[in-house]
């Protein structure tokens, strides 16, 4: 694990500029070969739960799991990991509003885009829909942020709005909770409840 949280410091660093050499050195000795490119670190809690809960090692299937602080910059982790760096295969998941900033990412590194899974809004919204909107609000409760969802729920500005809606922009309104939320909403899925974005990944996986 800390050889893999190493190698994520070091592509990122490459990919923001910096050397590549030691990026180089850690693929070769943990023998990566596929990368996923994720938008943001409540996705990698999600993948990476999602991982654990089917018993796959992803590490040692050569598969290393990457977050790039936003779409915005997948032209750059593209271009570090993919066929113009370290030459690994390339896949990704992404809200639907970003997939063309995936696309044009993976089409400059030269790579395939068809393995680029697109959430329908983006993954919370996905695992909302598949737990349902009753479900998610007894982890709300359960976690104890049950107080903070009412008063969130008083705000003009959610007056009226869908629940799923509401719960996905109260998942994004605290540093960390969509991360955390990240976690459980996988971890609460039951049989057949894995929306279709993640299934497709991890099947290419």
């Known amino acids: 694990m800390a050889e893999t949280s190493a190698f994520r410091e070091a592509v990122g660093g490459w990919a923001n500029g910096g050397p590549g050499e030691r990026a180089r050195e850690?693929?070769?000795?943990?023998?990566?070969?596929?990368?996923?490119?994720?938008?943001?670190?409540?996705?990698l809690a999600a993948v990476?739960?999602?991982?654990?809960?089917?018993?796959?090692?992803?590490?040692a299937e050569g598969v290393c799991v990457v977050q790039m602080a936003g779409a915005m910059n997948v032209g750059r982790y593209a271009l570090t990991l993919g066929p113009p760096g370290l030459g690994l295969r390339l896949t990704g998941l992404c809200d639907i509003r970003e997939r063309p900033f995936y696309e044009r990412g993976f089409g400059r590194a030269g790579a395939p885009a068809d393995t680029v899974f697109a959430c329908s809004d983006d993954l919370e919204d996905e695992l909302v829909r598949a737990l349902g909107t009753a479900r998610v609000e007894e982890l709300v409760h359960a976690e104890g942020d049950d107080r903070a969802w009412q008063t969130f729920l008083r705000q003009p500005a959610q007056l009226g709005r869908p629940r799923p809606q509401?719960?996905?922009?109260?998942?994004?309104?605290?540093?960390?909770?969509?991360?955390?939320?990240?976690?459980l909403l996988v971890e609460a899925l039951g049989p057949g409840q894995v929306p279709a974005p993640l299934t497709h990944l991890f099947a290419s996986l």
């Open 26 to 43: 850690l693929a070769g000795w943990l023998g990566v070969r596929t990368a996923v490119l994720l938008e943001g670190l409540s996705d």
């Open 48 to 59: 990476e739960t999602l991982a654990a809960r089917q018993g796959r090692d992803l590490a």
């Open 166 to 183: 509401q719960l996905r922009r109260f998942l994004g309104t605290k540093k960390g909770r969509k991360i955390r939320y990240g976690h």
